[in-house]
């Protein structure tokens, strides 16, 4: 399996300016997820969906942010406008709940690395 | 009070030894916990998965989870430098997929 699929990987733009995260989950992963990591605050979950309804939103920091899962295959985390706090690494991870004690393993695609500036 | 609280390190340790990573919860009801291993510039990799109360061990990895003191630890036997990384603890609860990351621990392996 090709794993999660990010892009753009990396990306620089100006404060003011709408960015587009994307990703692919894997193929049959039922659960997306995005996450920020930052070395201040770590990881911390944005978003997740659950066959492409959002579940939990209360991670995302305000309303400049917002994310869509339009099918299982795609889904978007955008921001706008971009502030320089926005600096951050942003990770779409999925996962397949087959089994409650199979462990519910969160596959993290590679990570958008995003400098506003 | 973090939901996941882990000691930031450095940890550094001699090739060969058992590096040993400590974290915390608060969540009484969380039910599985996580390790997964960072390298820098990469993105989180899972180790291995507990459960139950007790060890589970997989190659040089052992898992150590004890509910009562909301504790669960990794054990790195025989440390190499390609385990020099940063470990995260994660945990969720019952029928929620959700996994909540402590800040993580980073270790380096000395040759």
């Known amino acids: 399996d090709a794993g999660v699929i990010q892009s753009p990987r990396h990306e620089v733009t100006e404060m003011g300016q709408e960015v587009t995260l994307r990703c692919k989950p894997i193929s049959g992963h039922d659960y997306l997820f995005w996450y920020r990591q930052t070395m201040m605050r770590g990881l911390e979950l944005l978003i997740y969906f659950n066959n492409n309804v959002p579940i939990d939103d209360s991670g995302m920091p305000e309303d400049r942010f917002s994310a869509k899962m339009p099918n299982a295959s795609f889904s978007t985390l955008k921001i706008q406008p971009s502030e320089p706090r926005d600096s951050a690494v942003y990770f779409c991870?999925?996962?397949?709940?087959?089994?409650?004690?199979?462990?519910?393993?969160?596959?993290f695609g590679e990570g958008s690395w995003l400098t506003v500036v | 009070q973090k939901e996941v609280e882990q000691n930031s390190g450095p940890l550094s340790v001699p090739e060969g030894a058992i590096a040993s990573l400590n974290c915390t919860y608060s969540d009484r009801g969380s039910q599985s916990f996580f390790w997964y291993r960072q390298y820098s510039g990469k993105s989180p990799e899972l180790i291995m998965f507990?459960?139950?109360?007790g060890d589970k061990e997989d190659g040089r990895f052992t898992a150590q989870l004890n509910k009562a003191s909301q504790y669960v630890s990794l054990l790195i036997r025989d440390s190499q430098p390609s385990d020099s990384a940063t470990y995260l603890c994660a945990v969720s609860r019952p029928n929620d997929y959700k996994l909540s990351f402590g800040a993580g621990t980073t270790v380096t392996v000395r040759a």
């Open positions: 991870a999925s996962s397949f709940a087959d089994s409650y004690f199979s462990g519910n393993t969160i596959y």
């Open positions: 507990i459960y139950s109360n």
